[in-house]
């Protein structure tokens, strides 16, 4: 079964920024679309941006863009998100998923969520 891991979040002020990062041990991240999902308490999970690996092409939700930026290191085999410019509305706990397809918007057949990694926007 597929399992991604999540990394890189923490307690930042408003405005500041981190870079998360998405691993897997046993998957070829390069040959999938890649997402990042975040859910806040009390609230439904979304997605927050994707990268595609048929074209590379990356997308965003709204609200986040401008601030984000999605990317690859195959050599390292992951995926980051870069988030700058973060706001206290970005405090959530943060996952990556692939459906194994190569285009995004990922189709939504997920295996199991990873853990996920916290990230905590307040001064």
């Known amino acids: 079964q597929v399992q991604l891991v999540e990394s890189g979040g923490g307690l930042v002020q408003p405005g500041g920024s981190l870079r998360l990062s998405c691993a897997a041990s046993?998957?070829?991240?390069?040959?999938?679309?890649i997402g990042w999902f975040r859910q806040a308490p009390g609230k439904e999970r979304e997605g927050v941006s994707c990268?595609?690996?048929?074209?590379?092409?990356?997308s965003y939700v709204d609200s986040v863009k401008g601030r984000f930026t999605i990317s690859r290191d195959n050599a390292k085999n992951t995926v980051y998100l870069q988030m700058n410019s973060l706001k206290r509305e970005d405090t959530a706990v943060y996952y990556c998923?692939?459906?194994?397809?190569?285009?995004?918007?990922?189709?939504?057949?997920?295996?199991?969520w990873g853990q996920g990694t916290q990230v905590t926007v307040s001064s």
């Open positions: 998923m692939t459906d194994l397809t190569t285009s995004c918007p990922l189709g939504g057949d997920f295996g199991s």
């Open positions: 046993r998957l070829t991240l390069a040959y999938y679309a």
């Open positions: 990268i595609s690996a048929s074209d590379g092409s990356t």
